[in-house]
């Protein structure tokens, strides 16, 4: 069975840092995608980072050059290390593995673990 468990959600002031985990098993963690998402309250679930088929990286542009993904296959492990955050950024962020996930669209993915709130006061 796979699951997908997210931690390290918070609440921070705007410029603040943090970094959520996304710990994966019940698959062969290289096999699968691994992408970020966020959805804030009364919007759609949306793409932040995701690794890409091709072995790219994609970033929405909203994020880029403030988070960072990274992975430790050792530990089934994605990371995605949130840096100068804003009352933007405020959200459920939620992780979500698939097989052949060549974009990062929500319906893309159909493996979802059960989120981290996250929330970036002014």
């Known amino acids: 069975e796979v699951q997908l468990v997210e931690s390290g959600g918070g609440s921070v002031q705007a410029g603040g840092s943090l970094r959520l985990s996304c710990v994966a098993s019940g698959f062969t963690f290289g096999e699968f995608n691994i992408g970020w998402f966020r959805q804030a309250p009364g919007k759609e679930r949306d793409g932040v980072s995701c690794y890409q088929s091709d072995g790219s990286i994609y970033y929405a542009d909203s994020v880029k050059g403030r988070f960072i993904v990274s992975s430790d296959n050792a530990k089934n492990t994605v990371y995605l290390e949130m840096n100068s955050l804003k009352p933007e950024d405020t959200a459920v962020y939620y992780c979500?593995?698939?097989?052949?996930?060549?974009?990062?669209?929500?319906?893309?993915?159909?493996?979802w673990g059960q989120g981290t709130q996250v929330t970036v006061s002014s």
């Open positions: 979500a593995a698939d097989l052949d996930s060549d974009l990062c669209s929500r319906y893309e993915y159909g493996y």
